[in-house]
């Protein structure tokens, strides 16, 4: 979400991506409630003038660049080409890092390989528009790491435009064992898929571990096409951070996110948008292959999102398996500080077929949508059954006519639903939570208003508490110990109810 900074996370799993050179030291503190235990861990960052410097750095313009001038570092190689895929394939095994000249075109006929031992960088040099990368591959990734039999290690992608134009491509893809790679400030569109980590291509390829502490960062995924098999991003890895993106339009192809397994992984401060017809903004599952180290998608941070999805699709969010007759499990996630908000013909806005998931300080607005359901908890098929479905403190809403029924424990043991705050004017049959739960602190009536700071809510910051709210000090004691802002819990007597803390 755009209201909180990247500096600071919450949760059992956290990322981040040091731009600056320099030595930084990260705190962890881990808060059961009562107790505090906090370790400091340095990061050095290192100047990529001195890593790359000399001739390790090659700037490539369609005029032949001069060193020293427009950006292009002093004493660095210089090449005149217009050809993307070829000055890197001609000249990685000497040149560590290619920088291409921002506002010039390159093309781009096959993939660029990333096939030598890093650390390396791909990137732009000099000011104005990202270098475009006019692509005409098919089949292949624009740019690719590594290749099938090749471990290659520490790359990093960044600050490209890179247009698949419309052919049968990726943008970015991974093949053989990788690990340490990035990729930064990359704008991909018109590909089949943005970026592919798919663990069924490991697994034929031999690959004994999934790709292994990968970042996709404050990068675009926009207008996918190819239809069946395209996504937005389709990942499977470990130790892998998705943060600050903007992810939309994959109407001509399948879902924005698709993971068929991931592991110790962080899915945070993205917008997400417009999938195709009847198909998924997230569909989180964990398919049953070959490689390690786990068979369920698990220890998943999830937070601080903008869920919005198109036309067609019934369920916004989904974590556990892709039909009913797949035994893929998915368990220990996160949900919290993420903005819902579904389109008109949204069923559900999250779908729950895992075991311990915790969702708390979310903010789901139903207005318009076919059934004003914020989340089911239920079995899909074959899977384990759900368990250990823990909703705390989030803020559900509709402004339109019909039922209100945000939570629903279909089936499980070991739900709980607690100090949720549920508000629906104009509903005609409203509830609360549904099924079998233990419950506490919930709206009793949603049809009351919790005097929200605007009267009638569009963006998170409505949803705030007003001074005169009885949501305020409503809550009781849950391991909830932050807000959807990061205030502390409670502020103030009793902690309150939804997603809001009052300050």
């Known amino acids: 979400m755009p209201n909180l900074s990247r500096n600071l996370a919450t949760g059992p799993v956290a990322a981040h991506v040091f731009e600056t050179p320099g030595t930084y030291t990260v705190c962890a503190t881990a808060f059961d409630g009562q107790n ?13 003038n001195v890593v790359f410097s000399g001739t390790n750095t090659l700037c490539v313009g369609n005029a032949l660049p001069v060193q020293g001038q427009g950006g292009c570092p002093a004493n660095a190689a210089v090449l005149q080409s217009n050809d993307f895929d070829a000055a890197i394939n001609n000249n990685i095994a000497n040149r560590k890092r290619i920088l291409f000249k921002r506002g010039d075109t390159f093309n781009a006929n096959t993939s660029s390989q990333l096939d030598v031992a890093g650390p390396g960088l791909i990137g ?5 528009a990202k270098p ?16 099938s039999g090749l471990t290659i290690n520490d790359w990093r992608v960044m600050d490209l435009n890179l247009d698949g134009n419309s052919a049968d491509s990726f943008g970015v893809q991974f093949l053989g064992d990788a690990a340490h790679h990035l990729v930064l400030r990359v704008d991909i569109h ?24 990968v970042g996709i ?11 069946s098999g395209g996504n937005g991003l ?7 951070a998705l943060m600050g993106n903007v992810f939309s339009d994959s109407t001509g192809a399948e879902h924005i996110l698709r993971t068929p397994n991931i592991y110790k992984s962080v899915i945070s401060h993205n917008s997400m948008s417009t999938p195709a017809s009847a198909k998924h903004v997230v569909k989180l599952q964990a398919a049953v292959f070959g490689v390690s180290p786990s068979t369920f998608s698990e220890q998943i941070v999830m937070s601080d999102n903008k869920f919005t999805t198109g036309a067609g699709a019934a369920w916004t969010v989904t974590l556990g398996p892709q039909d009913a007759a797949e035994n893929e499990k998915v368990r220990n996630v996160i949900v919290e500080r993420n903005w819902f908000a579904p389109h008109a013909g949204q069923q559900v806005a999250l779908m729950i077929w895992a075991q311990d998931v915790t969702v708390r300080n979310n903010v789901f607005n139903l207005t318009g949508t076919s059934d004003k359901r914020a989340m089911i908890i239920e079995r899909r098929g074959i899977e384990p059954p759900p368990a250990n479905v823990h909703v705390y403190n989030n803020t559900f809403y509709s402004n339109s006519t019909g039922n209100f029924a945000p939570i629903a424990f279909a089936t499980g043991a070991g739900m709980i639903a607690r100090n949720n705050l549920g508000y629906a004017p104009l509903a005609s049959n409203p509830g609360m939570v549904s099924g079998s739960a233990t419950q506490g602190n919930n709206t009793t009536n949603p049809l009351l208003s919790p005097a ?11 949803f705030a508490l007003g001074a005169l709210s009885t949501s305020i000090n409503a809550g009781m004691s849950v391991p909830v110990f932050s807000d959807f802002f990061r205030r502390s819990r409670p502020l103030s007597g009793a902690i309150d109810r939804g997603a809001f803390e009052r300050p």
């Open 234 to 240: 389709y990942v499977g890895a470990q130790r892998f």
């Open 190 to 213: 018109h590909v089949k898929v943005g970026a592919r980590m798919s663990p069924f291509v490991a697994d034929a390829l031999g690959n004994d571990t999934l790709w292994d502490a």
């Open 217 to 227: 960062v404050d990068s675009t995924i926009t207008t996918l096409v190819g239809g």
């Open 124 to 128: 732009a040099y000099g000011t104005g």
């Open 452 to 462: 929200f700071m605007v009267p009638t809510p569009a963006a998170p910051v409505d």
């Open 36 to 48: 505090t235990a906090s370790r400091s861990i340095e990061i050095t960052v290192t100047d990529p």
């Open 132 to 147: 475009l990368i006019e692509s005409t591959a098919s089949g292949v990734g624009i740019v690719e790491f590594s290749r």
